[in-house]
C-alpha cells in the first residue's frame, strides 16, 4: 500500500503571502497525484489532478508540481478564502486504489 | 452542470445494517467510475471504495467483506451496502465522480453522516 505523506501538519501565513504544501510518496506514483481543499463543513474540491494540471473553475494562483514520489501544490499569493485543509491523493494502477494524505490545515497567521 | 446527493445515513447500533444511496445528474452517469470516500470527526479523508461504469468494483483492503459497493445505471444512482458496523465506521460517507482520465475525483456530494453507537 502506497502512502502519502503530508508537510507541514500546519502552515500558518498571512494573506498575499506564498504557500507552498509537500506531499511525499512511499514509491513512485508517476504523475497520478491529485490535490482537494476543503473547507469546514463542506465537500473536498478537486484543484489539481495529474501533478500540475489545474481543475475546472481553479484560479491560476494555484499550481501543482512533481512527479515521482515528491510533489508540491503552490498558491502563489493567498486570499483570504484559502485558509483550509489540503489533501492530496493518488491512484494505483492496478489494482485501482486511492489513498490520501493526512491533510495540511492553512491557517491564517 | 453535475449533482450528487447522498442520502440513508443516521443512528444506527454496533453490529447493525445501512444501505446509502447517491443519486446523480447532470452526467451520463453510465460512463463514469464512481466512488464512496469517508471522513470520521476531525479526521482526515479516507478512500472506501469504487466501482466502474460496467460494474467491476474495489475495496479499500480494511473494509473488505463488509461493505458492498454497487450501482444501477437506469436510475443514476450508486450504493453503499454496510453491514456489521462497527464505531470506527462512524464519519461523513461521501460519494465522489471519478476523472475519467486521471486519477481524481472531480465532482462530490455534500456527504451523509453514518453514526454507530448503542
Known amino acids: 500500500e502506497i502512502v502519502l505523506t503530508q508537510s507541514p501538519a500546519t502552515l500558518s501565513l498571512s494573506p498575499g503571502e506564498r504557500a507552498t504544501l509537500s506531499c511525499r510518496a512511499s514509491q513512485s506514483v508517476s504523475s497520478n497525484l491529485a490535490w482537494y481543499q476543503q473547507k469546514p463543513g463542506q465537500a473536498p474540491r478537486l484543484l489539481i489532478y495529474d501533478a500540475s494540471n489545474r481543475a475546472t473553475g481553479i484560479p491560476a494562483r494555484f499550481s501543482g508540481s512533481g512527479s515521482g514520489a515528491d510533489f508540491t501544490l503552490t498558491i502563489s499569493s493567498l486570499e483570504p478564502e484559502d485558509f483550509a485543509v489540503y489533501y492530496c491523493?493518488?491512484?494505483?494502477?492496478?489494482?485501482?486504489?486511492?489513498?490520501f494524505g493526512q491533510g495540511t490545515k492553512l491557517e491564517i497567521k | 452542470e453535475v449533482h450528487l446527493l447522498e442520502s440513508g445515513g443516521g443512528l444506527v447500533q454496533p453490529g447493525g445494517s445501512l444501505r446509502l444511496s447517491c443519486a446523480a445528474s447532470g452526467f451520463t452517469f453510465s460512463n463514469y467510475a464512481m466512488s464512496w470516500v469517508r471522513q470520521a470527526p476531525g479526521k482526515g479523508l479516507e478512500w472506501v471504495s469504487v466501482?466502474?461504469?460496467?460494474?467491476?468494483?474495489y475495496y479499500a483492503d480494511s473494509l473488505k467483506g463488509r461493505f458492498t459497493i454497487s450501482r444501477d445505471n437506469s436510475k443514476n444512482t450508486l450504493y453503499l451496502q454496510m453491514n456489521s458496523l462497527r464505531a470506527e465506521d462512524t464519519a461523513v460517507y461521501y460519494c465522489a465522480k471519478a476523472n475519467p482520465t486521471a486519477g481524481g475525483f472531480d465532482s462530490w456530494g455534500q456527504g451523509t453522516l453514518v453514526t454507530v453507537s448503542s
Open positions: 491523493q493518488q491512484r494505483s494502477n492496478w489494482p485501482p486504489e486511492y489513498t
Open positions: 466501482i466502474g461504469g460496467s460494474g467491476t468494483t
